[in-house]
Structure formats: C-alpha cells, structure tokens
C-alpha cells in the first residue's frame, strides 16, 4: 500500500503542476492521472489501496469542507446568512428535479433513479470551489461586499443538501 500511495503523492504533484503551468486546473491533471494509474488504466495501484479508496474519499472531502468552515468569518456569515441559503437549496433543488422529471421522460427512468442521477449532478464539487474562493479571500477580491464566503457557504450547504436528497432517493429506490 505504501508503494500505491508513494506512486500517487510523487507522479500526482507533478502533473498538477504541469497542468497550472498550461493555465488547467490542477485538478484536471490529478484526475487524469488517477484514471490513468487506477484499474482502467494501466492498474499501477495495489489492491489494497483500490479498497480503502472509499474511506480516502470521505476523508478528502472532509478535509475540503473543514477549510470552506475555516474561511468563513463568523460576522460574514451572519451578514450572508439568509441569502447562502437560498442560493445553495433554491438552484440545487430545481436542477436536481428538473433532471430527475428530464431523465423520467427521456430515458424512461423511474423517478427514484431519475432524482438519484438529478442529485448527484446538482451537487456542487467543493474540490473545485473552496481553493478558488479562498484564495479570492487571500487576494482580497470580493471581500468588501462578502462575495468569496457567500459562494463558500452556499456550496457547502448545497453538498450537504444535495447529499441528503440523494439519500432519500436512495432509500425510497431500495
């Protein structure tokens, strides 16, 4: 496992840097990597790394909240309550059906599957959100009116929401 983990730290670091220096999210050249070295690739991972992926995961996706929380003032927070509110559960909600009633109609899902596959697309990727709106807040873009920690919190709350909408779905399809 520990060759598994060294072959992901030492060739993942490099081809985000790769990717920054072409103007790509750094993200886009880890995940290319990591289908690339995964089993559909050229299967450089051991087994057991493959089934502790999912624990990795959580544990990643833990890490990316905790620093949106971080982020956040406490007084901005309570300026931009109500309104990261609404903007994280009113779009999330309308997409998430949308695609569900569109995936019921035109690919003749049942509505617990189409709301599964709505949800899980209305999600919104914290990887993606958090670093770019913490560095606006490190560069000071935004902060005047709470832009950068309005859209923090509103993609925090819309995960959480779009996750346990998702699970309902679920269990109603179980």
Do not use: W
Not at 121 to 145: C, D, F, Q, R, W
């Amino acid at each position: 496992m520990a060759a598994s983990l060294a072959v992901i730290l030492l060739l993942g670091l490099p081809a985000r840097k790769v990717f920054e220096k072409l103007k790509l999210p750094g993200l886009i050249g880890m995940l290319i990597l990591g289908v690339l070295v995964g089993p559909y690739g050229f299967n450089l991972l051991q087994e057991d790394m493959l089934k502790i992926s999912a624990d990795l995961r959580s544990i990643a996706l833990i890490i990316i909240l905790l620093r949106a929380g971080f982020g956040i003032n406490k007084e901005d927070l309570k300026k931009i309550g109500i309104t990261a509110l609404k903007m994280s559960c009113i779009p999330g909600l309308t997409e998430g059906l949308f695609i569900a009633f569109a995936s019921v109609h035109f690919l003749g899902f049942t509505f617990s599957q189409g709301g599964m596959l709505g949800f899980i697309i209305a999600a919104v990727s914290p990887a993606v959100v958090v670093p770019s709106m913490l560095e606006l807040i490190e560069n000071n873009i935004g902060t005047k009116k709470g832009i950068p920690a309005l859209i923090l919190a509103g993609a925090s709350i819309d995960d959480v929401f779009a996750i346990t909408i998702f699970s309902v779905f679920l269990g109603l399809y179980s």
